[in-house]
């Protein structure tokens, strides 16, 4: 099925998504949510990298009010929006969002369940959700205490604070800014440093840091054994081994 909302390139390692709605600021709404079911339908059954990015200057202006005012609370129960980010949050390979412009509400949820975020000197994140009546309920509330620390959540999701890209740096809520036009490259180069590394380790290594800490360490222990015994863990250790032989 074609996509409408979004742009799709897909390659060996990755897909990079690009939200398309610039009639709306690349608001999020019902079509693009499944069309991004249909994306994660498709990592979970071949794992790769994820980059998401935006278009014309905005990553995401948020949910699209128009249908956002006509749902019920019967609408609310069904997460439509929670439900999508926790499938992106949980696909087994890292999640890119690389930010230029604003990424509010629901777009800075989007951002959020994302595994690195990179961002343009034009970068606005928040959520105003209170302004309009409703909580920030697709992660916001559990994630971005995680991310940022409580104080400063409390000042974006009470306050309506808006970060920009230095304080969303210093807060580490982005890891890296760059200019507008190096922003997909930026996004790629992180890509490509992931993809060097053993695809079994890295999809243990992120099921491991999302999980419940209870969990440790006897999970990492279980997984480490699994890797213990694979092929690429000993080509991978050979190949480094033969390469301290030759400097």
């Keep these: 099925m074609m996509e409408q909302t979004i742009e799709v390139t897909r390659s060996e390692d990755r897909v990079v998504v690009r939200l398309n709605r ?15 079911h249909r994306v994660c ?3 979970e059954v071949e794992p790769r990298i994820l980059i998401i990015i935006g278009s014309d200057g905005v990553f995401a202006s948020g949910a699209d ?7 019920t609370s019967v609408d609310a129960r069904k997460g439509i929006n929670t439900m999508l980010l926790l499938r992106i949050a949980d696909l087994a390979m890292p999640v890119i969002a690389a930010i230029d412009g604003p990424a509010l509400g ?9 595994d690195f975020r990179i961002g343009t000197p034009r970068a606005r994140i928040g959520n105003p959700e209170t302004g309009l009546g409703i909580i920030a309920a697709a992660g ?12 400063l959540a409390k000042q974006m999701l009470l306050a309506g604070r808006i970060l920009d890209a230095e304080e969303a740096a210093a807060a580490r809520l982005l890891s890296e800014i760059v200019e507008p036009d190096e922003l997909l490259r930026a996004a790629h180069a992180l890509a490509d440093e992931i993809a060097t590394k053993s695809v079994a380790a890295t999809i243990r290594t992120k099921a491991l840091l999302r999980g419940d800490r209870g969990r440790h360490p006897q ?4 997984a480490q054994a699994v890797l213990f015994d694979s092929d690429d863990k000993r080509e991978r250790m050979t190949a480094f081994l033969n390469r301290k032989k030759t400097t």
């Design 22 to 36: 610039p009639e709306a600021r690349n608001a999020i709404n019902q079509q693009m949510v499944d069309e991004l």
């Design 41 to 43: 339908a498709e990592l």
């Design 65 to 71: 009010i128009a249908e956002l005012r006509e749902r």
């Design 106 to 114: 629901a777009g800075a949820e989007l951002a959020y369940a994302a």
């Design 140 to 151: 916001a509330l559990w994630r971005l205490p995680e991310l940022v620390g409580e104080p």
């Design 219 to 222: 999970a990492d222990l279980d």
